[in-house]
């Protein structure tokens, strides 16, 4: 990754209103990340105080390539694609290992977001998808929703908030519905972003995790019972029992600060984004 490479990006990130920083001074144990940086003071103020910093670890600089495989200045997205140089591209460089990674950067409503992409996808539309929860594109197939109204944030086969969707159930009830919905309860990506808070909300399912901050994606029992043994001083860690992977379902309104509230006239079935968990990837919320 040379200057003409960083120029170059800078250039078709302003095509599509968004600044690029490269930082090679802060330490990281990554090879390197990408993420969204608010500007002090300036979060009120939405997409306008932020920018897209891409931090380089220093000795991986000449070993990495970065290009953009699709540009929609339109939608103000583009799909970043960060590799290894070929071998003999980076002649004389001590070998580092670099990960491919495929970033989709983009804004969403109010601001900026960056997300970890899986597969072989080369076009932004093909992102988007691909960041749909499974099952999803069968259902809009299904339903017979246009190719344009696919990666819309509505359509008859959902509504969507940042990264959560929410299908609708028509039709379905929660069981003993007085005891077990929950009002006005959270529901969380798991990495400490920002909450979405759901009016009315039913869980069933699951498995049992464990949770604290050192481990804010859970642990099992058995993972939490070797951490302990192996550290006894880890029982002081603020655990706190969850369920992972349960049935979700909402109704009502679902607020979050960097989101227009939406409203689920009925039961929806909650669903999370299909953002690949790339440590190359820093949220700052």
């Not at 090679?24 to 897209?52: C, M, N, Q, W």
């Not at 988007?128 to 008859?156: C, S, T």
């Not at 604290?212 to 019972?225: E, I, M």
């Not at 369920?243 to 939406?262: C, E, L, W």
Request: with cysteine.
């Amino acid at each position: 990754m040379d200057t003409l490479t960083i120029e170059s990006l800078s250039r078709q990130f302003a095509r599509i209103g968004a600044r690029l920083a490269v930082d090679e001074k802060t330490p990281i144990a990554e090879a390197y990340t990408l993420d969204v940086r608010s500007a002090a003071g300036r979060h009120s103020k939405g997409s306008k105080g932020e920018t897209f910093v891409l931090r380089v670890r220093e000795d991986v600089r000449e070993s990495l390539d970065l290009l953009t495989l699709d540009e929609r200045a339109g939608q103000r997205h583009l799909l970043l694609f960060a590799r290894p140089l070929a071998r003999g591209e980076a002649s004389g460089v001590r070998e580092v290992t670099v990960p491919t990674t495929r970033f989709l950067c983009g804004h969403d409503e109010r601001h900026w977001f960056v997300a970890a992409v899986g597969g072989g996808v080369s076009s932004v539309p093909d992102a988007m998808e691909g960041l749909q929860p499974r099952g999803v594109a069968a259902l809009q197939q299904r339903l017979g929703v246009r190719g344009k109204d696919r990666n819309r944030r509505k359509n008859p086969a959902f509504l969507r908030q940042g990264e959560w969707f929410f299908l609708p159930q028509p039709g379905w009830q929660p069981p003993s519905a007085a005891l077990t919905v929950l009002r006005n309860e959270a529901i969380r990506r798991g990495d400490g972003s920002k909450p979405h808070l759901v009016e009315e909300l039913y869980r069933d399912g699951g498995e049992l995790v464990y949770v604290c901050p050192r481990h804010p994606n859970g642990v099992t029992p058995a993972q939490q019972a070797k951490i302990l043994a192996r550290d006894p001083a880890a029982r002081a860690w603020g655990w706190q029992p969850l369920r992972r992977n349960m049935q979700v379902f909402a109704r009502g309104r679902v607020r979050h600060a960097d989101h227009a509230t939406i409203t689920l006239p009925c039961w929806h079935r909650v669903l999370m984004n299909g953002e690949e968990l790339s440590r190359n990837v820093a949220f700052l919320d």
